[in-house]
């Protein structure tokens, strides 16, 4: 009898390290406690601050000015250890597998080292089949103090120009982790993704890149694999890929390491962005099998008896993407075309949510994108100080059709082109190329923040005097490597950036009309009412200033008496002359007020109204100006900044002001020539008709002159109306004002956008006259608010009544008579004298009148 003897190749294992670390200061200034305390635990994925925080050995770094007090982490030298145990297994391969370190680290296994990295931004895989021992194996990462490492990098690389005194430059880690005009400097140090030990045997993939294109009613999903063998026995491999209920499979060549796959699917529904369809996303998945295709006789989702030997799996949406750059009479447009609709664009810029990041779960991202999608924004720009974020934060946005801007990890400074940061760069940028390019809501990859106007307009040249500051990076190597890893995905060379025109001139970076442009010459230096003095083809950048909540203010600032200038408050300004701007931002516009708690709602309101302004002015010039990407829709610490959500994930009334300017149809009454015009903005799939009616009234509401006419707006379109000029000119700028009214009917109230001929501090805006109803509902209280005065910008600062209470209404102007309703969610009671209370609802008048 003939004995035949079949190898049977085992299932890959992946066993995460998780469990039995510990931490400790290894050199550096650490405190007496912190060294006598030893070894403490820790908790990996997590950082240094994390651990020190759960071992009561620091306090919160958030509060008054702890930051300066555990500024020494930074300089210190900081070891994790863990043991596990081991047997083998019968797997040819055991790779140890970092998802992140931060950063710079020693990876130790049984004192034999086995990895130096240098890289926050990137995944780590080293062979450990010759280092592992069976039974006990310990691990070590040794941190280097990441300060001391950036400034060793600078003198060896060479000094560059930055807005900051550290060189963030000089070192592969987040920009903005040592400090920014809106964030606290942490310096973290730690183990701070996903450790794991993965066995495995012939072979896995080690890449694998997905593309999905609509074909005619379907689609088509292309896939590219990278294959990594465990020795050169050359074992037939094949490889079976899946979407839809579709599936190709391919026997690869002998010895071959790379694939392309592409399975065509019958029908494909396109995905779109929020507000323009649905977001349908599928399945898709490639595996690796031991043997010949089609072997096992394998059906769709079935690999029949052959033994699969890895397999990567994705969710997909099909549809089109680009930027249309054509050039036209009046300059570059920069508008995004998905599916062959040109879309504006209603964004944010995203920073870290935390300065801990390890902080920030697939819940918490989940929240904050949910309120961006409440706000009725349509973009989130990743800014390039930050981090790639985590695989959760891009599956979220392709379910919510959240349009995802990526930035490559370059920010306000010049950043060397030599080694060793060069080599770590390449691998970085296509390990994230890789990783992001299969995510429908992704429609831009850019180079850089503010880097290539950096270099022409701060006095970089003269500083640099022929040193590198990474325009090959920008130039040469990222657009090389999207388009060998992801031809899809549309890349620009950084923000702002103006397009090379058809003569081959290149203009200025920030030139207005051309492609990108940022805007802070308001903030800086300037009233935000000259946002309308400009007209952009697309302003990626622009913002303004606000304090947080006040039950977050009070929480992380224990100053006593508390003011704007009090110690705690300027620890809690980042910015350049922060507290001077936001003052010479309110004058023109509102006296500044005695009490705290006025200010801060005066500070809170003038942030809310530039924007809006702004806002309404550029969709206003639509389709000239095709998008605003605002500036910043979170934060990542308690602190006055430009966020719309603070540190602790409150509304401010900018959240407000973003919903309103961006709602799918608005009316806003702009200045035209020598008069004002009333503008329609509708971003709907239906066309916009009714009457709409213009009125010039009296603060006390007395009709003065009015107009009405029909209108028609196309979907997806704009109409300018001229005001007349009885109606354009008041009789009283002090005591008047303008409201255009589109499409009200008996049963709606349509849509309307004022026009007051006075700023409120040079009006007899008169004292709000309201009166209150309440009712508990379902999950919170109705507030309903009738005006007896005309009232401007009425909120409810429900957080003073309750920290946990939270409302998505805001900013509503009422004219005399006029009733509305705002929700308030809360868990618990609160008593309607403290919700209707005069420190909860405020609005402009009270910062008027006197």
């Known amino acids: 009898m003939t004995v035949i003897h079949t190898r049977i190749t085992p299932a890959p294992v992946a066993r995460a390290l998780h469990a039995g670390w510990t931490l400790r200061a290894a050199a550096g200034p650490a405190s007496d406690s912190i060294v006598e305390a030893g070894a403490v635990p820790a908790t990996v994925p997590g950082c240094v601050h994390t651990d020190l925080l759960a071992a009561g050995l620091i306090p919160d770094p958030y509060l008054d000015d702890n930051e300066a007090l555990l500024a020494w982490i930074g300089l210190v030298d900081w070891t994790y250890e863990t043991s596990f145990d081991w047997a083998p297994d019968g797997h040819e391969r055991h790779d140890l597998v970092f998802d992140g370190l931060d950063t710079v680290a020693v990876v130790r296994l049984n004192g034999n080292v086995v990895l130096e990295s240098a890289n926050q931004h990137r995944s780590f895989r080293v062979d450990v089949r010759e280092t592992l021992v069976e039974g006990a194996n310990t691990l070590e990462v040794a941190f280097r103090s990441p300060i001391r490492y950036a400034n060793a990098q600078s ?181 995004l075309v998905v599916n062959e609709r040109p879309v504006f664009v209603k964004g944010v810029n995203w920073i870290p949510d935390d300065a801990l990041p390890v902080r920030v779960d697939r819940a918490r991202y989940e929240r904050r994108l949910r309120q961006a999608v409440a706000a009725n924004l349509n973009l989130v720009r990743v800014w390039g100080g930050g981090i790639y974020e985590s695989d959760d934060f891009y599956e979220l946005c392709d379910e919510l059709g959240l349009l995802t801007w990526q930035d490559f990890l370059f920010a306000c400074a010049a950043y060397p082109e030599e080694e060793p940061l060069r080599g770590q760069i390449e691998a970085e940028a296509r390990e994230q190329i890789a990783r992001l390019a299969s995510h429908a809501s992704l429609v831009l990859l850019t180079g850089n923040n503010e880097n290539l106007w950096g270099h022409e307009d701060w006095g970089w040249k003269q500083v640099l005097d022929g040193k590198t500051w990474g325009a090959y990076y920008y130039h040469e190597l990222f657009p090389s490597l999207v388009s060998e890893l992801a031809p899809h995905v549309p890349y620009s060379p950084g923000s702002p950036f103006s397009p090379v025109q058809p003569d081959g001139s290149a203009p200025h970076p920030n030139a207005e009309p051309h492609g990108t442009m940022h805007l802070w010459e308001q903030w800086n230096r300037r009233d935000y009412l000259t946002y309308r003095d400009h007209r952009p083809r697309f302003v990626a950048e622009f913002g303004w200033q606000g304090p947080p909540a006040w039950s977050t203010l009070v929480r992380s600032v224990s100053d006593d008496p508390l ?92 959240w407000h002001a973003l919903k309103l300017a961006f709602a799918p149809r608005i009316v806003s009454v702009q200045p035209r020539g020598d008069g004002l015009a009333v503008v329609l903005s509708n971003d709907t799939d239906a066309a916009w008709t009714g009457e709409l009616v213009v009125a010039r009234r009296s603060f006390d509401g007395t009709e003065l002159a009015t107009r009405s006419a029909p209108f028609e707006v196309a979907a997806r379109g704009t109409a300018t109306v001229q005001v007349d000029p009885e109606l354009s000119e008041a009789g009283d700028d002090a005591a008047e004002f303008l409201v255009a009214t589109a499409g009200a009917t008996p049963g709606e109230a349509g849509e309307r956008g004022f026009w007051f001929y006075a700023e409120p501090r040079d009006s007899r805006l008169p004292a709000a006259g309201l009166s209150f109803e309440s009712a508990a509902v379902d999950g919170g209280t109705e507030v309903r608010i009738t005006a007896s005065t005309l009232v401007r910008d009425l909120s409810l600062l429900v957080d003073k009544a309750d920290p946990d209470a939270s409302t998505e209404d805001g900013l509503v102007t009422l004219l005399p008579g006029e009733t509305t309703t705002f929700r308030v969610r809360h868990e618990r009671p609160i008593d309607e004298a403290v919700l209707t209370s005069a420190r909860v609802v405020r609005t402009a008048n009270e910062l008027v009148a006197r």
């Open 155 to 335: 003198l060896e690389l060479g000094a560059r120009p930055r807005p900051y005194p550290l060189p963030y430059e000089a070192i592969r880690k987040s920009a903005s982790n040592f400090g920014w005009d809106w964030g606290i400097a942490t310096y973290t140090s730690g183990i701070w993704r996903p450790v794991r030990l993965e066995s495995w045997s012939t072979a896995r993939i080690a890449e694998a890149r997905f593309a999905a294109t609509p074909v005619g009613e379907g689609g088509r999903l292309e896939v590219d694999v990278a294959i990594e063998r465990a020795d050169a026995s050359g074992a037939t491999l094949s490889l079976a890929a899946e979407v839809a209920g579709h599936r190709v499979e391919l026997t690869l060549d002998d010895g071959a390491d790379t694939a392309h796959l592409a399975v065509e699917v019958a029908e494909a529904l396109r995905w779109w962005p929020i507000g323009h369809g649905e977001q349908p996303l599928y399945e898709a998945s490639v595996s690796l099998l031991a043997g010949d295709a089609g072997a096992g006789d394998a059906g769709a989702g079935d690999a029949g008896d052959a033994t699969v030997l890895d397999s990567v799996r994705r969710r997909v949406g099909f549809r089109t993407v680009r930027w249309d750059v054509a050039p036209d009479e009046a300059g570059t447009p920069f508008t």
């Open 563 to 654: 003011s704007p200038e009090s110690p705690g408050m300027i620890v809690h300004q980042k910015a350049a002359e922060g507290n001077a701007k936001l003052t010479n931002g309110l004058l023109p516009h509102f006296r500044v007020p005695a009490d705290m708690e006025t200010w801060h709602w005066a500070m809170q309101l003038n942030q809310a109204n530039a924007v809006r302004l702004a806002l309404e002015h550029f969709r206003s010039s639509a389709p000239h100006t095709m998008g605003a990407v605002v500036w910043q829709l979170n934060d990542c610490w308690p602190v006055t900044s430009w966020a719309a959500i603070d540190g602790d994930e409150r509304l401010k009334p900018l």
